[in-house]
């Protein structure tokens, strides 16, 4: 009887595998890096003002990483990663690229295509329905930029999807102390954005600073590496106010990476949650620029530095864990989060603003685009068309789309927001991988604050600063955490 049983389960178990599907799942990888530094002169976005730009200080690019998996001949799932040295990705410019792409390869999926900023304040405005520029041949205006940019960027995507051959993939976590806390918190609870911390009543910094630096390799199936992803918690704004086409410290780091690994290496960079971080120094000042200056460093020049070493110390101990045959699961949703409710104090106070920058508009066109139009168009009235739409619709709702992407025993997710870094935290702590990817601005930007940051107030948790609240910061966690585990069941 019991050699018959095992018999029974011996042929159980062979009739049982021959009815299970075999997989034989491959990666194929491929890349491609655009300039989009544009010709003429243009209006700079990350300010209240308008700043035509100088001059160009370093290129802007677009970096591109397309990655796909097979059976065979049989696609199972992609998605094609683009990393652009602009500020954020509006609306415009998003179905700018899209559309582009259609044209050049229909057979793209662009709904599985992912475009962050690295949000550098020192590239183009990249928006229509903006106040007009002055006339002159030596400035792009907004149509003739964002045609300009998303036709490079659309030529990367298609280069790089075209060229996607057998590869590899590594990743590996290390910390660099590239961003800063920067609302400063007093003893009464309020904050202040870039806040004196030698005030007498000063209390914390509102925030924790998340120093993770994920990285992310791509090799082709010769070893010969391909593409780096560098996945940090700071938005790229060291010379956020200047007047010349910058990319930032993006720039150095990439610079400083090729010097490693080799020019044609594409290097992308990720912004983690940041919304109330910056790579500005908020104290220790003093000791930090006597280090700077002994290295012969500026601040962008050391960011890079501390970036290179974590990701080459990465790289030492990863590069021989490589595979080939990893899973890629891709699911894109569109939720519809609460948006921010806008108090009948906050809309009389923006109404009258409002008011107040039209007039000025009306009375001065001259000076209109440099002193009031943008303040007017974006800050206030985005306020008083946000109640309107409320009184009619208590419950009115804000799409937004997210990405959240398997691959291999990692995750990465993906939101439009300048999201504050408690909510990355919360993502990162409830995550089923054993290591989680997180990019913010993929789309438009706008802050999205924490509870504690609205009570505090101050820039970037005040009500213009805030089309979503904690309320649906909490929404968006919350279903991000849902599809990861989606994932890993």
Not at 87 to 105: E, N, P, R
Not at 108 to 127: E, F, G, S
Not at 245 to 273: Q, T
Request: aromatic letters at 8%.
């Amino acid at each position: 009887m019991k050699k018959l049983t095992t018999k029974c389960l011996f042929l159980c178990f062979i009739t049982f595998s021959f009815a299970l599907p075999v997989y034989a799942v491959q990666l194929k990888v491929g890349t491609a890096r655009t300039d989009i530094t544009p010709p003429k002169r243009v209006p700079l976005q990350g300010q209240f003002h308008l700043r035509l730009s100088q001059g160009v200080e370093t290129p802007l690019t677009a970096n591109v990483t397309a990655l796909e998996t097979v059976d065979g001949e049989k696609s199972l799932d992609n998605v094609i990663f683009v990393s652009v040295d602009v500020v954020g990705i509006s609306f415009d410019l998003q179905k700018a690229i899209q559309d582009q792409v259609v044209v050049k390869d229909a057979s793209i999926d662009v709904q599985k295509i992912v475009i962050n900023a690295t949000h550098t304040h020192t590239a183009p405005t990249l928006r229509l329905n903006l106040p007009a520029l002055p006339k002159s041949e030596d400035i792009m205006d907004f149509p003739e930029a964002i045609n300009f940019t998303a036709e490079r960027v659309a030529t990367a995507i298609v280069t790089a999807w075209q060229n996607r051959k057998l590869g590899k993939t590594a990743y590996g976590l290390d910390f660099a102390v590239v961003a800063f806390s920067r609302r400063a918190v007093y003893a009464d609870g309020h904050a202040v954005m870039y806040g004196n911390s030698n005030d007498p009543n000063f209390c914390h910094y509102e925030n924790m600073e998340d120093h993770d630096l994920g990285t992310l390799f791509f090799w082709d199936e010769n070893d010969r590496l391909l593409s780096v992803i560098v996945n940090i918690s700071c938005p790229s704004q060291v010379v956020e106010g200047d007047y010349k086409i910058n990319a930032d410290f993006w720039h150095p780091v990439r610079e400083k990476l090729a010097e490693r690994f080799g020019k044609d290496v594409v290097i992308l960079g990720w912004c983690s949650p940041a919304g109330d971080n910056s790579p500005h120094v908020q104290y220790r000042n003093a000791a930090i620029n006597r280090m700077n200056s002994l290295r012969n460093l500026n601040e962008m020049q050391e960011i890079a530095r501390k970036i290179d070493r974590a990701v080459t110390d990465t790289y030492e101990t990863v590069k021989n864990a490589k595979v080939s045959d990893v899973p890629l699961i891709h699911r894109v949703e569109t939720l519809q989060l609460f948006m921010r409710k806008v108090t009948e104090s906050e809309y009389s106070a923006s109404k009258a603003e409002w008011e107040h920058q039209n007039n000025l508009l009306k009375s001065n066109p001259d000076k209109a685009p440099a002193e009031v139009s943008w303040m007017a168009r974006s800050w206030y009235g985005n306020v008083v068309e946000r109640y309107e739409a409320q009184q009619k619709d208590p419950n009115v709702r804000y799409p937004t789309t997210i990405h959240v992407i398997r691959l291999g025993d990692t995750v990465i997710c993906t939101n439009q927001f300048e999201l504050f870094s408690d909510f990355g935290i919360q993502m990162k702590t409830q995550s089923p991988a054993i290591q989680t990817f997180l990019i913010q601005l993929v789309g438009v930007g706008t802050y999205l604050p924490t509870e504690r940051a609205v009570r505090g107030g101050s820039y970037s948790a005040v009500i213009q600063s805030n089309p979503v609240g904690p309320e649906g910061g909490r929404q968006l966690v919350k279903r991000t955490v849902e599809l990861m585990k989606e994932l890993w069941k």
